[in-house]
């Protein structure tokens, strides 16, 4: 169900979108993975959360992960992703996913520890999809992404 609204938006015209289509559902379910994580780190008591902290590294990796490789393989439309309000969202949600998986991978150190880290995963996915949503809207207005042919992503 998380990388269903993915799936979707990259059968579309719009550049960033579809050019993405590879990574945008990896990257979709792995911060919606960190988010239900953070979430649980939030809601759970220290002692309990050791799944949540499982669950959280692994969606962060998965997040990271597939938010870098479009930056090598997109080519002229990965400036969508980096210019902008799109490009700051991006960079203000890998630094997010970093710092809650950080501190989710510190364990057991107290519960303000646990509900900053969750916090962070948390707020890391609205940055994700709103700056994926705002690349989408830059590269339809870019002449040089939606006049230019360009052949299939590879």
């Known amino acids: 169900m998380a990388s269903y609204t993915a799936v979707l938006a990259s059968d579309t ?65 990965a400036q969508a992703y980096r ?12 630094v997010l996913t970093a710092a809650g998986a950080a501190t989710a991978a510190g364990g057991g150190r107290g519960r303000a520890a646990a509900v900053a880290g969750g916090a962070a995963l948390l707020a890391a996915p609205a940055c994700t999809r709103f700056g994926v949503f705002h690349a989408g809207i830059a590269s339809a207005r870019d002449p040089k992404c939606t006049v230019v042919i360009r052949s299939a992503p590879s």
């Open 83 to 94: 210019d902008g309000l799109a490009g700051r969202l991006m960079r203000a949600a890998r």
């Open 13 to 77: 015209a719009v550049p960033a979108w579809h050019d993405g289509y590879r990574e945008l559902p990896f990257l979709f379910t792995g911060s919606a993975v960190a988010a239900a994580a953070g979430m649980a780190l939030v809601a759970s008591p220290v002692r309990e959360n050791a799944p949540a902290r499982g669950a959280a590294l692994f969606g962060a990796a998965l997040d990271l992960t597939a938010a870098a490789v479009p930056e090598r393989r997109l080519g002229m439309v």
